[in-house]
Structure formats: structure tokens, C-alpha cells
């Protein structure tokens, strides 16, 4: 019976133990693939990948030629989830919004979510603020061009296996006539494998 | 001593699970109550009070999702639905200790793990509860992910047994269509078709309508052609106006069979030791919806049937009866062993009481999502573009009910997806 009552305390103590929270920080750029599905780390690799790429490309340094060496506007546009999975779009285009800007080598423009919101200040500082301070109305810098994108998947899955392939499709529009001046390809395979016994 | 302490643990052990399957029970039942009296709110706070059981997490999250989507609170719903996704891709890998505690201690030891039609039944309030807060991509990835289980579980045939899958098919459909993906579209409306045919089940005209409008739209002729001669539907009921959209309502009505236990005790008399096999039985509710239809101020239009969980819950149940009777058996004779191991040991009064014991943790699996519609229905406006009211007319033997769409925005050449509970 002691023996029944040691093994049963060892055991409760094992399960407690188990049960709680933990929590280890790691660094924002740490690779760790947990559910086999999109992650943090997909977005960043993906979008610093093919920013760099569109950057290297012939298009930017025929703009900068024939505009007396100004850096062209651009816009990101829609990246559309056309995915097995919900892929958090914000996060993925916002990474290639930061990879962008801090190339250094184009002018960038806000969105139409944040857009919408500044005009709004500026239709309240045209009531509101002094003549000197107030920023006017039309005075925006109109987008060169627009990258848009889409994210796609080709699932292979039986049982507790799947092959996911991952394809990341942009493309960057000129804004003046529609002509597609670059067009950029990530691919990305994943081989998922769950337990098939848990305890 | 050692064997004193077994005794012990083995009836702790069955007393437990016999407390743990009285209440799950007696909280569905009070949930489905609250709901069908209008009152989620209520019934979420019931879910709550119930707590989070280890082995009911999925029931847990599945019926909260319900409950808060049929509050209108759906990005809540949505959440809780997510979780419910999660759990279930952990829940496919097999226990061993919920295997070893079915052949052994009872049915309910081990985790619920979903019957098939419910995952699809998720997938599909979750779509709905996207394409209410107008997230068509997001509603995409759930028609998606609906085909993407059923290749996974079913390779073969795509679709599951008894035709559980078949609204999940009908709504990606719609889904696609409303995106402008009208060869996927056409795709996921062939399965669907395929479904009903192979149940021998009434095609709706509305799906008719559709197979017909896209075979001919991708100028798929052989198909159209065979399609006209097998449903015969004017051709005046094809034709869309230039500036016309389509509001769609998908209406939910009633509650999946009751799920209880039936048991059969029997005595040995010259042990007299009792012996008991309990099995889950399916009890319809009554049928409450006689007729519904959906009107404008210029037209109207009778919903039809596109799915009865019904006769797909007690198709299922008859598969899985055969191995939860053999489980059943094996149980009985574990407990037989440990039995004849006490008496043994302590004599026959200790054998009778884990005889006893064992014979009340003898209980039927009565856990399923109860909060599922018995019928699904469907019905399609086609309007010109621009803002109308809706109104659905819902008939029961209690009288007329009419719900109100105020200021339903149609575009042309989209589908406005409207939805509705009803019990």
C-alpha cells in the first residue's frame, strides 16, 4: 500500500509538473516549425527573397534612367490568399513593406487602409488647424507602380502525411499602363508527418 | 496490501467515469434548452458552468462556436471554431490510453473525437460564419479545406460514407461561384450531385439550376446536354438578367437525433454477478419546419432541402454498433478477471461491489455535437442589383414566422449569403 501511495504521489506530482505554463523567449527571426503550416518564418523568408529579387531587376534602373535619376513610387497592393490555409496576408505584406523602404532604393505610399485614415486628418485639419501648419488636400504622391500577389498551395496529404507546396506569385504593375514590369516566383515544399499515437 | 490498493484504484477508477458521463448528458440537454429558447447567451453561460472537460474539450469548443455564432457574435465563433480544428488534428492520432481504458473501463474514457459529418459541419458554420462578416478569401479557404479532409480521409472516393460531406460540397461550391471561380465552382457542384444521386436523394432544383448555368457558361456541352435531358428544366429558368445577382439564404432547422443510452442487464444467477452491454441509440426530435419560403415584394421562392443529418447520424451509428459491441465484450471480461482477482483475494462481498461498480461505469458514448440542425435548407433569389428586404417565411405547427433581412445589398453577376437558425 506505501508503495501504491508513493508511486501514486510521484505520478500526480509528474502530471502537475506538466501541466503548467511554459514559457521560453527567442529571438524574432528563430526558425521553429511547429504545426507544418505557414508561419513567421515563411513570411520574412519570402518576402525578403523576392523584394530583393524585384530590386535587382532591369525595370528600376530603366525608370531611374529615363526620370533624371528620381526613384519610382510604388504601392503594395492585394496579396490574395488563395491557400488551403488562413494566412495572416497583413503580416506577410507588411514584411515586404519594410523590405522595401529599407532598401532605400524606391519611394513608398501607403495603402488604402491607412490612406482612408490620413485623409481623414487632413479633412479635420482644413477645419481645424492653423493655415500655417495645416497640410492640404491633393497634394499626394501618386504611386509609379503597384505590387499584387498571390499566395497558392498544392496539398498532397493521406492519413497523417502531407507534402505541402507553398507558391508565392507577385507581380508589379506600372500604374501609367498597365504593363507588368516584373514578375516574381517563391516556391516553398514542406513534408508534414503528425503522430499517429499520442498518449 | 498490493492487492487491496488494485481494488481501490479499479473502483475510484469506475466510479469516476460513471460521474463524468451523468453530467455531460444533463449539460447538453439544458445547452439545447437555452437554445431553442432563443437564448445563447444563457446557454454559453450553462457551457461555461459546465467546465472544460478534459476528454469533451472538442464538444466543448464545438458547441461554444455554435452558440456564439448563433449570437451573432461571429469573430468569436470564429475563434472557437479554430480551436475545435486544432484539437481535431491531435485528436486523429490514436490514444493508447483512451484505447486501452474503451477495452477495459468504459466507452467514455477515452477523448471525443468527432464523427466525420461534424468535421464537415464545422468547416461549413465556419465559412458561413466568414461570408457573414463578408470574408470571401477566408470563406474560400474553408471550402478548400473541406475537400482537402476528404481526400485525406476518404483517398478513394472523395466523399464520406452515407453522404455527410454533401452540404460541405454545395456551399464550396457556392463559395467559388460567388468568387468568380466557375470551374471550381462547377467541381465541387458535380461532387455534390454525385452525393445525392448515389444516396438516392432528391437533387435540388437549385443545384440543377447551377450545374446547368456553369456547364453551359465553360461551354462544357456533352455535360450540359446530358444534365438537360436528365433534370428537363425549362430553359427560361437558366436565363439571368445582364444587372441580376443572387441572394442565397441557408437555413438550419431543428436538432440532430437525441443520442441515449439503451442498456441490457443481465444476472448470472450462480455468481450472482450482473453483467450489462450499453449501447447509443438515435431518437429523433420531431420535425418542426412544414414550410419555408423566402419573398420580396416582387417575387418568391419555396427553400428546399439539401441535407438531412438524420438518416447520416443513424448510418454512421449502425457502422461503429459492431465494434462498440465488441469493445463492449471485452470490457465485460476484464472486469470479469478483476472481479474473480478480488474475490480471490477479499472474498465475494468485495468481489460483488467492483462487480457492481463495474457494471455502473457500463455506459453507452451518448457524446456527440448536439447543437447540430436535423435539416438543412436552401433556398436562391435572383434580383437585380442594388438594396432590398428579404423576408423568410418559416412555417411550423406552431403558425408563421417571419424573419426580416433588412437592406440586403445585391451586386450583379455575386451571391449575397444570408443564414438562418430555426429549432
Known amino acids: 500500500m506505501r508503495n501504491l501511495l508513493v508511486l501514486t504521489s510521484a505520478a500526480l506530482l509528474l502530471a502537475l509538473t506538466a501541466c503548467a505554463t511554459q514559457v521560453e523567449r527567442v529571438a524574432p527571426d528563430t526558425v521553429r516549425d511547429l504545426s507544418g503550416s505557414w508561419n513567421d518564418t515563411d513570411s520574412r523568408l519570402v518576402a525578403e527573397e523576392m523584394i530583393a529579387d524585384v530590386l535587382s531587376r532591369p525595370w528600376l534602373e530603366s525608370y531611374v534612367r529615363q526620370h533624371g535619376g528620381q526613384a519610382p513610387v510604388v504601392i503594395v497592393g492585394d496579396v490574395r490568399n488563395l491557400s488551403h490555409e488562413h494566412i495572416n496576408t497583413r503580416t506577410f505584406i507588411s514584411d515586404m513593406e519594410r523590405a522595401l523602404i529599407n532598401s532605400g532604393r524606391v519611394q513608398f505610399v501607403a495603402a488604402d487602409a491607412v490612406r482612408e485614415q490620413i485623409r481623414d486628418e487632413r479633412a479635420d485639419q482644413d477645419l481645424n488647424a492653423s493655415s500655417e501648419t495645416r497640410n492640404a488636400m491633393g497634394q499626394e504622391l501618386g504611386a509609379d507602380f503597384m505590387l499584387v500577389g498571390t499566395i497558392n498551395t498544392i496539398i498532397d496529404a493521406e492519413g497523417d502525411e502531407a507534402v505541402k507546396f507553398y507558391q508565392v506569385d507577385l507581380k508589379l504593375i506600372s500604374m501609367a499602363d498597365n504593363r507588368i514590369v516584373w514578375l516574381g516566383q517563391k516556391k516553398i515544399k514542406k513534408f508534414v508527418e503528425h503522430n499517429s499515437l499520442r498518449w | 496490501m498490493m492487492q487491496r490498493g488494485r481494488a ?193 436523394w432528391a437533387v435540388p432544383r437549385d443545384l440543377q439550376q447551377r450545374l446547368l448555368r456553369l456547364s453551359r457558361t465553360l461551354g462544357l456541352d456533352a455535360e450540359y446536354s446530358q444534365l438537360q435531358q436528365r433534370f428537363s428544366l425549362p430553359q427560361t429558368a437558366l436565363k439571368l438578367g445582364g444587372n441580376t445577382g443572387q441572394a442565397v439564404v441557408i437555413l438550419s432547422a431543428g436538432l ?145 414566422v417571419n424573419k426580416e433581412f433588412k437592406n440586403v445589398i445585391v451586386t450583379a453577376n455575386d451571391i449575397t449569403f444570408l443564414s438562418q437558425r430555426i429549432y
Open chain 2, 8 to 200: 481501490v484504484v479499479v473502483a475510484i477508477i469506475l466510479a469516476a467515469s460513471l460521474a463524468g458521463c451523468v453530467s455531460y448528458s444533463q449539460n447538453m440537454h439544458r445547452m439545447q434548452r437555452l437554445a431553442m429558447t432563443g437564448q445563447p447567451e444563457q446557454a454559453l453561460h450553462a457551457l461555461e458552468a459546465a467546465g472544460l472537460k478534459h476528454d469533451e474539450q472538442l464538444l466543448y469548443w464545438l458547441n461554444k462556436g455554435l452558440l456564439l455564432r448563433q449570437n451573432e457574435d461571429y469573430a468569436a465563433s470564429i475563434e472557437a471554431f479554430e480551436k475545435a480544428k486544432v484539437l481535431l488534428r491531435r485528436l486523429e492520432a490514436i490514444s493508447v490510453t483512451g484505447a486501452t481504458g474503451s477495452v477495459t473501463i468504459s466507452e467514455t474514457v477515452s477523448d471525443y473525437t468527432g464523427q466525420a459529418y461534424e468535421r464537415i459541419m464545422l468547416h461549413v458554420y465556419q465559412a458561413l460564419n466568414y461570408l457573414a462578416l463578408n470574408n470571401r478569401e477566408a470563406a474560400r479557404v474553408e471550402a478548400l479545406q473541406i475537400d482537402l479532409l476528404l481526400r485525406r480521409l476518404y483517398p478513394q472516393t472523395q466523399t464520406l460514407p452515407h453522404g455527410g460531406d454533401v452540404i460541405g460540397r454545395y456551399l464550396a461550391g457556392l463559395i467559388f461561384e460567388a468568387n468568380g471561380e466557375a470551374d471550381q465552382a462547377l467541381v465541387s457542384y458535380r461532387y455534390a450531385l454525385q452525393t445525392y444521386s448515389a444516396q438516392g
Open chain 2, 256 to 400: 440532430v437525433p437525441h443520442r441515449i443510452g439503451v442498456s441490457s442487464v443481465s444476472q448470472d444467477l450462480t455468481t450472482g454477478r450482473f453483467y450489462r452491454i450499453s449501447l447509443p441509440k438515435l431518437i429523433p426530435y420531431p420535425r418542426t419546419l412544414q414550410r419555408a419560403w423566402l419573398s420580396t415584394q416582387q417575387q418568391q421562392v419555396t427553400v428546399e432541402p439539401v441535407m438531412a443529418l438524420n438518416p447520416i447520424a443513424q448510418q454512421t451509428l449502425a457502422d461503429q454498433i459492431p465494434a462498440m459491441t465488441l469493445r463492449a465484450i471485452a470490457r465485460m471480461v476484464v472486469k470479469e478477471a478483476a472481479a474473480d482477482a478480488v474475490a480471490r483475494e477479499h472474498g465475494a462481498g468485495a468481489a460483488s461491489l467492483v462487480n457492481f461498480l463495474g457494471v455502473i461505469a457500463e455506459q453507452a458514448d451518448t457524446r456527440q455535437w448536439g447543437l447540430l440542425p436535423a435539416h438543412v435548407y436552401l433556398a436562391a433569389l435572383h434580383l437585380p442589383a442594388g438594396e432590398h428586404d428579404i423576408t423568410l417565411t418559416i412555417k411550423t405547427a406552431h403558425g408563421l
